[in-house]
């Protein structure tokens, strides 16, 4: 593994790996792999944890929620982020109890 953190401190090593970034890229570009098992459970997590807020028994309404699954649907990024974007199935139970009174 090679690092070059100041150009300075490394003169020609760093013109060198300076020179090589462009392969270095096209090359991770064409064979790099992310592991997103750890996005989906964290993106599973955070989803539940929106669900359950959601979840309640108050005034005569109850409302259940509960996830199924959660799926990978796109990845997107700019120059300083990475998105996951994910799609989760489950269903949403409401039942209502009592009315308001009007």
């Not at 300075?8 to 090359?27: N, V």
């Amino acid at each position: 593994e090679l690092a070059v953190a100041s150009e300075a401190a490394f003169g020609l090593l760093g013109a060198a790996a300076r020179a090589a970034m462009p392969y270095m890229q096209t090359a991770l570009a064409e064979r790099a792999t992310i592991d997103l098992k750890p996005f989906a459970a964290d993106a599973r997590a955070k989803i539940s944890a929106a669900m359950a807020e959601l979840r309640k028994n108050d005034g005569g309404v109850k409302v259940d929620a509960a996830i199924t699954g959660v799926r990978l649907a796109g990845i997107a990024w700019d120059s300083k982020t990475l998105r996951i974007i994910a799609e989760a199935n489950g269903s949403i139970n409401v039942a209502v109890s009592q009315l308001p009174g009007l």
